[in-house]
């Protein structure tokens, strides 16, 4: 999927084909009966935004990745979920035969809302504050 460019929700799950469809279709439907979040296609993927990015649903050759961008913080939630990247992220990574219930799906999806909202945009952390940017410089 690296590469093609999708201009809605719709048109990427289309793309899909076989277990991995049925597996992102699964999950973005779960997803979407959970929260009010925005379904965006970000970064080549599935996004969902609220306060900023929440959560991705990521469809590859040989795996689908379910991401969340506090992910670390939902660890007790959900033990599937592996550290990785920027941020706080983690993933579940599903491989054909995997699955998840669409109540936890749902349960996860709006407790990283929740953190969101909680604590804003989890990008803002990254970001370097002037204060910081001085300290790196050497000025401030």
């Known amino acids: 999927m690296k590469g093609t460019k999708f201009t809605t929700p719709d048109d990427y799950v289309a793309a899909l084909d ?3 469809r049925e597996c992102v279709s699964g999950l973005r439907k779960a997803v979407l009966s959970a929260p009010q979040l925005e ?3 970000k970064w080549g993927h599935l996004v969902y935004l609220c306060n900023g990015p929440v959560l991705l649903i990521r469809a590859e050759e040989e795996r689908v990745l379910f991401g969340f961008w506090r992910g670390k913080r ?3 939630t959900e033990p599937r979920l592996k550290p990785s990247g920027k941020y706080e992220m983690a993933t579940i990574e599903l491989r054909e035969g995997d699955s998840m ?3 936890a ?6 407790e990283a809302q929740a953190l969101n909202d909680e604590f804003g945009d989890p990008r803002d952390v990254a970001k370097p504050t ?7 410089t ?3």
Do not use: Y
Request: glycine share 14%.
């Open 18 to 20: 076989g277990w991995r």
């Open 105 to 110: 799906v749902r349960r996860l999806a709006k």
């Open 39 to 41: 379904e965006v296609i």
């Open 101 to 103: 219930k669409p109540t």
């Open 130 to 136: 002037s204060q910081q940017r001085g300290k790196k």
């Open 74 to 76: 939902l660890r007790e």
């Open 138 to 140: 050497g000025r401030g």
